[in-house]
């Protein structure tokens, strides 16, 4: 090696503040790029996440509903007043439960179950008639409505469980969730 290639230890060259300068620039923009990109997979997954909630939720509701209506009792049931109380029923007047039933639970006692619309939930009712317990289902419900095919085929808006008229064919569920818009299931009964 010649004398002239090496330089004396005071010329030694670093970085310029030019060169510092830019080399934070470019770390700040690589960081802001990577900050918006995690904050956009965090929100997603949020978004996912309430998705799911939601559409588990409303889906145990239906699941719910068809193991009671599957499980109707096929006839009336003799109340201790002497009166006869059918197996399924709807609404009469506002503010009674929305749909009503008798159905078997294993191999006790058949169940009295009601569905109710209270304050925007779907409530569940079961118990006795004159206290029954709420089990809340779903929130931000606007309506809730049932229909009832017949055995000629027509929807009927309401099913009054009356001597002759049997069980129906089948029931329609509509459901109007706030923010979300309507849904609807049919239901096959045995």
């Known amino acids: 090696m010649s004398r ?12 310029t503040l030019l060169e510092v300068l830019v080399a ?4 700040a923009v690589v960081g802001a790029v990577a900050y918006r990109g995690l ?5 997603n997954k949020a978004h996912l996440d309430r998705e799911m ?33 059918p197996p399924l029923r709807s609404a009469s007047q506002p503010g009674d439960a929305l749909l009503s039933l008798t159905r078997f639970d294993g191999k ?12 925007q939930k779907l409530e569940l009712l079961m118990g006795s008639a004159s206290a ?9 419900v606007a309506a809730c409505r049932f229909s009832f095919l017949d055995s000629s085929g027509v929807w009927l808006p309401q099913w009054t469980g009356k001597s002759g008229q049997g069980r129906p064919q089948g029931i329609r569920l509509q459901l109007e969730l706030a923010g979300r818009g309507e849904f609807e299931r049919v239901f096959a009964l045995p």
């Not at 934070?24 to 770390?27: D, E, G, Q, R, T």
């Not at 709420?134 to 929130?139: C, D, I, R, V, W």
């Open 24 to 27: 934070l620039a470019v770390f």
């Open 108 to 119: 006790r006692e058949p169940v009295q179950v009601s569905y109710r619309l209270r304050e």
């Open 53 to 85: 909630h939601f559409w588990r939720e409303l889906g145990q509701v239906m699941d719910r509903m068809e193991g009671d209506l599957v499980q109707i009792a096929p006839r009336s049931d003799l109340l201790a007043s002497g009166l006869l109380r």
């Open 39 to 43: 904050d956009r997979v965090s929100t």
């Open 4 to 15: 002239a290639s090496k330089k004396p230890p005071s010329q030694a060259r670093g970085f």
């Open 132 to 140: 029954p317990k709420a089990y809340p289902l779903l929130e931000n």
